[in-house]
């Protein structure tokens, strides 16, 4: 959200609006949104908030979304699926971490970080463990709609994001996904 009066002119003008446009998508006053950018007047906190909303509301829209950033092509790996059929299935698709299906359902991910803490810790049973053995938690599934923000929040907590429409998965976003979009 955003923190200071002063911003709302910025605002305005970098989301191509003029005054009477923020007016009416705030519901306030055109005359207000002048005294607010010049200054001469402090909103009640009410009519502030119904103006940093419309500014919000405008920031969402015109928000790279998660459909524009995300890899059509997703590769799984079935819960019972050996350790050795996951290290050959991301060698052969050149990744480091898979969502892991059950039943049509993502139950959880294989990461390769896992794959090796897993080798460490079990060295002589590695070959038997199964993918549900060594997974982690599913990753969080978001919408195509859902914002670049967004996105950026999930990616500090988890390796991936899974983008998903009624229950679909329709593509993936890593932090190397959402680097290469970078220019």
Known sequence: M?????E??????KFHLNQKELADLAHVSQSLIAKIEAGKVEPTFSKAMQIFTALETCREKEEIK?????????????YNNS???IIAKMKKHGISQMPVLRRENVCGLI????????????????????????????PPI?????????VLELLREYPIVLVAEKGDVKGIISKADLLGKIE
């Open 2 to 6: 955003f923190k200071s009066l002063s």
């Open 8 to 13: 709302i002119k910025r605002l305005r003008k």
């Open 66 to 78: 998660a459909s524009s950033l995300m890899h059509r092509k997703v590769v799984f790996v079935d």
């Open 83 to 85: 350790f050795k059929d």
């Open 111 to 138: 990461t390769e970080s896992k794959l090796l803490q897993e080798m460490m810790d079990h060295p002589t049973s590695i070959s038997e463990k199964k993918a549900e053995e060594i997974m982690d938690d599913a």
């Open 142 to 150: 978001i919408t195509p709609k859902a914002g670049i923000h967004t």
